[in-house]
């Protein structure tokens, strides 16, 4: 089969557009060009009868590329295969490969995010489909969910929590700034479940601070709230969960 037969055979299940060998588009607009339209697709590989067949990605798949020559990457794909289930998988021209999954707006484009070498392709994304070269293809027929541990780790990471505030001068400060450098960091990295009992539990501690003069309320309240807010509990529940806490330790 040549190229151009198979594009046309793929462009009636997914819109297709061409790439150079180093996989740049050809077209003008990339990935935005691709065409599911027999009369485009065959003037496209009238005009670059060699180029590789590319379509974009986010919705009718995301992708995992994962590209084994880089030992980080191989290194993280033996420590998770085991958590990933059998989707489609496309093996790919630098012997690696690209795990297909059912669409998910939460997976972005990104680059080594995960490891050196784990990319992934959401919605503006695209990738070259390397079994129209004849690279082999295993598990043809299923399209698993991304799994959540995935989703996780290709999201930015909150920007760290800077104490911009200067703490008072007063003895102890610089174990005071640690201690409150410790429980900001623990909120931060609250999980969802516990996000609420550890505000709290936070706020008795800020509370403690605030009665031994190493704090002041008003700074105690804004970075236990900004911290909760990281975390992804919502500011009005933050400052609910630390205002009981003050209550309760009398601090109001």
């Not at 996989?23 to 607009?29: I, V």
């Not at 590319?54 to 420590?79: I, M, N, Q, S």
């Not at 706020?203 to 900004?226: F, K, N, Q, T």
Request: aromatic share 8%; net charge positive; glycine share 10%.
């Amino acid at each position: 089969m040549s190229v151009l037969e198979a594009a046309l055979r793929l462009a009636e299940r997914v819109p297709v557009f061409p790439c150079a060998e180093s996989k740049a588009p050809l077209t003008p607009h990339g990935f935005k060009d691709a065409s599911s339209q027999g009369a485009v697709i065959r003037a496209w590989w009238r005009r670059w009868p060699d180029a590789l067949i590319a379509v974009p990605t986010g919705e009718k798949f995301v992708v995992l590329d994962v590209d084994l020559k880089h030992p980080e990457a191989e290194r993280w794909y033996a420590e998770n295969c085991s958590n990933i289930e059998f989707t489609r998988k496309h093996f790919t021209r630098s012997g690696g490969f690209h795990l297909l999954f059912k669409p998910d707006p939460r997976l972005r484009c990104t680059a080594g995010r995960i490891a050196l070498g784990v990319d992934t392709r959401g919605v503006g994304g695209y990738i070259v489909w390397w079994p129209a070269l004849g690279f082999p293809v295993s598990h043809r027929a299923l399209l698993a969910e991304v799994p959540e541990f995935i989703v996780r780790a290709q999201l930015p990471k909150p920007e760290p929590i800077a104490i911009k505030r200067a703490l008072p001068h007063v003895s102890g400060r610089e174990h005071a700034r640690r201690k409150l450098c410790g429980l900001m960091r623990a909120l931060v990295d609250a999980r969802e479940g516990e996000r609420n009992a550890l505000t709290f539990w936070v706020g008795c501690r800020l509370a403690e601070m605030v009665a031994a003069g190493e704090i002041s309320h008003g700074d105690a309240i804004g970075l236990g709230i900004e911290a909760a807010a990281h975390a992804g509990l919502p500011r009005a529940e933050a400052r609910g969960a630390l205002y009981s806490a003050f209550r309760r330790g009398g601090y109001q």
